[in-house]
């Protein structure tokens, strides 16, 4: 399977995955958390689906010719997904705190994705 192909079907997983959260923030969370838990755990939700337009965008990117950086940006998009909305998700439904301590490990994977998807996009490979 091509990168760009990964990239989109892991966008769309994570997109499906995203929504799920929201819907069981909404329906099964808000009657058993309090508000500023609910708020964390759909904030979680909310990060998450953004990253995954941004790894089908890298993916479409990818298809035309980008490169190694747009591989990379990809690649901080889902480990940020995965740590920052992961450890939201996860301080939200246990209510243990620490967790909220890794969330900035995620936030930095997300702007250091972002820095180098705009990367990407001027090296030669994405010029074709």
Do not use: K
């Not at 035309?64 to 950086?69: C, E, I, L, T, V």
């Amino acid at each position: 399977m091509n990168a760009d192909r990964i990239m989109i079907t892991v966008g769309a997983v994570s997109a499906m995955v995203a929504v799920g959260a929201g819907a069981f923030g909404a329906h099964f969370l808000r009657d058993r958390l309090s508000e500023d838990l609910v708020t964390v755990f759909e904030t979680g939700a909310r990060y998450q689906m953004y990253h995954a337009f941004a790894l089908v965008l890298v993916g479409m990117i990818m298809s035309r010719g980008a490169g190694a950086p747009a591989i990379w940006a990809g690649w901080l998009f889902i480990l940020g997904s995965i740590i920052f909305s992961g450890s939201l998700y996860a301080l939200a439904i246990t209510g243990t705190r620490w967790w909220g301590a890794i969330t900035p490990i995620g936030g930095i994977c997300f702007i250091t994705g972002w820095a180098v998807f705009a990367w990407s996009i001027w090296t030669p490979e994405a010029t074709h």
